[in-house]
């Protein structure tokens, strides 16, 4: 097993009027400063690419559609996209627009869609349909993350077995105490929203379980 490569983008400010203006830097796991192109030799051996990514931040949507698209035009062989921006019931229409099978019109009017999609992933989709490679809707349906929120991971064994195809296999391992803690810190990021909710982290685990799961 070759090793897992994650890649932490940030927003660089260069104060030195004579050096390049750049919008972003990238450092190793042991943060050393690095460059994209040896950065795109390690991640050519890598298993799993994972993207953490500001879901509002443009660089960090441009360096994926550019390293998605380098690794492409070097060997698209075995490649499979995957995001957390699809949810699992759609896989049919990814599967049918990334074929060709349907239009991205047809696909936009049905699938759904974050409000970002047209500017920062429907791009990546499209190099799927390009190369003829495998997209992964990967996230849970939020109607069964919602029911979670209200009902608890518990609740999801009423669901049909149809309905269970579309998340981890039940049940989901879920620690409390150390999900209470990790969702602390999320919330006070969040503004504290959700944090009354007792069940707002099995929300979270059913999403991140599921994620884990179709990767």
Same mark, same amino acid.
């Given at each position: 097993? /070759?090793?897992?490569?994650?890649?932490?983008? #940030?927003?660089?400010?260069?104060?030195?009027?004579?050096?390049?203006?750049?919008?972003?830097?990238?450092?190793?796991?042991?943060?050393?400063?690095? &460059?994209?192109? /040896?950065?795109?030799?390690?991640?050519?051996?890598?298993?799993?690419?994972?993207?953490?990514?500001?879901?509002?931040?443009? =660089?960090?949507?441009?360096?994926?559609?550019?390293? #998605?698209? &380098?690794?492409? /035009?070097?060997?698209?062989? *075995?490649?499979?996209?995957?995001?957390?921006?699809?949810?699992?019931?759609?896989?049919?229409? =990814?599967?049918?627009?990334?074929? *060709?099978?349907?239009?991205?019109?047809?696909?936009?009017?049905?699938?759904?869609?974050?409000?970002?999609?047209?500017? &920062?992933?429907?791009?990546?989709?499209?190099?799927? /349909?390009?190369? *003829?490679?495998?997209?992964?809707?990967?996230? =849970?349906?939020?109607?069964?993350?919602?029911?979670?929120?209200?009902?608890?991971?518990?609740?999801?064994?009423?669901?049909? &077995?149809?309905?269970?195809?579309?998340?981890?296999?039940?049940?989901?391992?879920?620690?409390?105490?150390?999900?209470?803690?990790?969702?602390?810190?999320?919330?006070?990021?969040?503004?504290?929203?959700?944090?009354?909710?007792?069940?707002?982290?099995?929300?979270?685990?059913?999403?991140?379980?599921?994620?884990?799961?179709?990767?």
């Amino acid at each position: 097993m /070759r090793k897992l490569i994650i890649l932490l983008l #940030t927003l660089a400010t260069l104060t030195t009027a004579a050096q390049p203006k750049l919008s972003y830097a990238i450092f190793t796991s042991e943060g050393e400063a690095t &460059d994209y192109n /040896r950065m795109l030799r390690e991640l050519r051996g890598a298993d799993i690419i994972f993207i953490g990514e500001t879901h509002n931040c443009p =660089v960090a949507h441009w360096m994926e559609y550019e390293i #998605t698209s &380098d690794i492409i /035009r070097k060997s698209a062989n *075995g490649l499979t996209l995957g995001a957390e921006m699809f949810e699992a019931d759609n896989q049919l229409l =990814v599967d049918e627009y990334t074929s *060709g099978v349907i239009s991205s019109d047809k696909f936009e009017a049905e699938a759904k869609l974050w409000d970002n999609y047209w500017t &920062d992933y429907s791009q990546l989709l499209y190099l799927a /349909r390009e190369h *003829g490679l495998k997209f992964v809707a990967t996230n =849970v349906p939020r109607r069964y993350a919602s029911f979670v929120k209200d009902n608890g991971l518990e609740a999801l064994q009423t669901l049909s &077995d149809q309905a269970k195809s579309l998340m981890a296999p039940l049940p989901i391992p879920f620690d409390a105490q150390a999900q209470d803690e990790a969702m602390f810190g999320f919330m006070q990021m969040m503004g504290g929203k959700g944090a009354a909710d007792s069940h707002f982290a099995e929300a979270q685990a059913i999403k991140d379980a599921t994620m884990a799961w179709f990767i």
